[in-house]
């Protein structure tokens, strides 16, 4: 380079942590290519997203290929090479082919003022389907639900609890019952970052925004919820106020609310920013999960029933679904954040107020939006009829909501009492089969948006698909063995179950049959999330 005369300042970096031996082959294809610069003339690649947002400025040789510039800008972006796909900006929608050589797009009239010719290319993110298992044998496994295969393994060394996932960025977030949280990068198999609970207490629920670097998680017996700033790895916020272990949290991230449920029964809605709980509601003798979309204001809790007498303790058998209606709550959420919003007493958590707009990982480009609009949802919208049995109805809904002041007071008024405040608020009870007395907990996978939700006995053989809007069952399935987690996309009409033989299937929502079946886990599957 110096013989050349050349005075050209370029680096070329590649992470060593988790790296793969095709990382280490790109590396070395790109970093020949850059010492032929002396040979051989070069081009400078503009690549951006559909927004006009600069991803990658890469120099290459021009008898470079498509393929090779993928690779370059997976390793400066983070962009799997294999959910590229790139277009000539301006030039029409042909997709470039991996054997497309970069000279063919040079220009005509190359311009001599400059040392090298420029060429723009726009980058469409194409996410591919996949899914995340983990056991209780500490593995988790990355499954291409496309190509039918496992793309990677990785030992976790702890029984997994749970999981949280990016997938746009490929970063998982598990639970372990270690009482540790772990970072990982699932293209690379790393552990970026571990967070351990205090008195390493086994971790039970957790929910992230890598965009804004937080998560927040629920263990076994401190009764606290814990909100993390990903980016240090400090433990910003403990939120007080369950009287028993938090079992499930669901939150939005963008709105810094957060939905949580446990032992005590009792669901909690809290304030983020400033710390603090805007309402308690006695929902079920205890919670096992909770869903929350705060776009469209609903929310829905799956737990043991809550009778009359029975004061809200945590122990009763079956399980019962509920939906509520957030809107229903406005009146009093908003009576109960004033006071609390304006307690000098309370201070606001400095960390989390500027998270969202000072942490967005700018590495990561935004895909094309590929969600259906939410639009009510009647049982002839599916597509395929529905088995008319209807177990659910609707139950007068009133803007009365507990404010976390006269929580307490509430709950203590007994059964009766907390199971009339429920109710005041809940839009629609499901009594799946699992209701009955002697019956296991059952766990819930739902889309709020869409109104649909899919829920199964723990250690049962079935689960069933709800419409929510009319309470109707719409289909049950039959599984191969003991049920334990469910995951769901109902934007292609699919579902993931496994449990107690280690074995995944992906679930037709449409049709009721099983379309794929992934062998692998040694043990009971604990957790799942789909992309």
């Given at each position: ?11 070329v970096?590649?992470?060593l942590?988790g ?5 280490l ?12 610069d ?10 951006a ?8 400025q ?48 040079a ?10 010719d ?30 039918e ?7 976790c ?5 749970c ?16 009482g ?72 939005d ?20 920013e400033?710390?603090t709980c ?14 929350l ?34 809107d ?12 609390a919003k304006?307690?000098a007493a309370?201070?606001a ?14 590495s ?60 005041k ?13 002697g ?18 006995a723990?250690?049962g ?16 399935f ?10 769901l ?43």
């Amino acid at each position: 380079q110096e013989q050349s005369g050349k005075n050209d300042h370029r680096h070329v970096r590649f992470p060593l942590v988790g790296t793969t031996r095709a990382d280490l082959a790109a590396a070395a294809t790109v970093a020949s290519a850059v010492a032929s610069d002396i040979l051989e003339a070069m081009l400078e690649v503009l690549v951006a997203s559909l927004a006009g947002e600069l991803i990658a400025q890469l120099r290459l040789p021009k008898s470079a290929r498509i393929a090779l510039l993928k690779h370059s800008v997976e390793c400066c972006a983070g962009v799997p090479a294999s959910e590229q796909r790139l277009l000539e900006a301006g030039g029409g929608q042909a997709i470039l082919e991996d054997d497309f050589c970069l000279a063919d797009l040079a220009p005509e009239h190359p311009n001599d003022d400059a040392e090298t010719d420029v060429i723009q290319l726009t980058l469409v993110r194409v996410q591919r389907r996949w899914a995340l298992s983990g056991d209780v044998m500490g593995s988790l496994r990355l499954w291409d639900l496309e190509q039918e295969s496992v793309e990677q393994v990785i030992e976790c060394h702890d029984a997994l609890t749970c999981l949280a996932v990016d997938w746009l960025a490929r970063v998982a977030l598990c639970g372990t019952t270690g009482g540790a949280l772990k970072l990982w990068d699932l293209s690379r198999g790393a552990c970026l970052r571990e967070f351990v609970s205090p008195g390493r207490q086994r971790v039970r629920c957790a929910a992230m925004s890598w965009s804004q670097r937080l998560a927040l998680h629920g263990s076994s017996s401190d009764k606290a919820l814990r909100l993390w700033d990903l980016g240090s790895g400090r433990c910003i916020q403990e939120f007080l106020g369950h009287a028993g272990s938090v079992a499930a949290v669901a939150a939005d991230f963008g709105a810094l609310l957060a939905l949580s449920g446990g032992d005590d029964g009792a669901l909690h809605f809290w304030d983020l920013e400033m710390g603090t709980c805007l309402w308690r509601l006695p929902s079920h003798g205890a919670v096992h999960t909770v869903a929350l979309d705060w776009q469209s204001r609903m929310a829905m809790s799956s737990g043991t029933p809550l009778r009359a007498g029975s004061g809200g303790a945590a122990g009763e058998d079956g399980g019962v679904l509920r939906l509520w209606d957030l809107d229903d709550q406005a009146p009093a959420l908003a009576a109960a954040a004033a006071p609390a919003k304006a307690a000098a007493a309370v201070p606001a958590a400095p960390q989390a107020a500027a998270a969202p707009a000072a942490k967005a990982a700018a590495s990561v480009p935004a895909a094309p939006a590929t969600a259906v609009a939410a639009a009510p949802i009647t049982s002839t919208s599916y597509g395929f009829a529905p088995q008319a049995r209807k177990v659910g109805s609707p139950v007068a809904a009133a803007s009365s909501v507990v404010p976390v002041a006269g929580a307490a007071a509430s709950a203590s008024q007994g059964g009766a009492g907390g199971a009339a405040a429920a109710a005041k608020v809940c839009v629609r009870e499901l009594l799946p089969s699992t209701s009955a007395p002697g019956a296991p907990p059952c766990c819930l996978a739902a889309d709020l948006a869409h109104r649909v939700a899919l829920s199964g006995a723990v250690g049962g053989g079935s689960a069933q698909l709800w419409d929510l809007d009319g309470g109707v069952r719409l289909r049950d399935f039959r599984l191969g063995g003991p049920l334990h987690c469910l995951a769901l996309n109902w934007t292609f009409r699919t579902a993931l179950a496994a449990g107690g033989t280690g074995l995944v299937q992906l679930l037709d929502l449409e049709s009721g049959a099983t379309i794929l079946e992934f062998p692998g886990h040694c043990d009971t599957v604990t957790c799942l999330a789909m992309s």
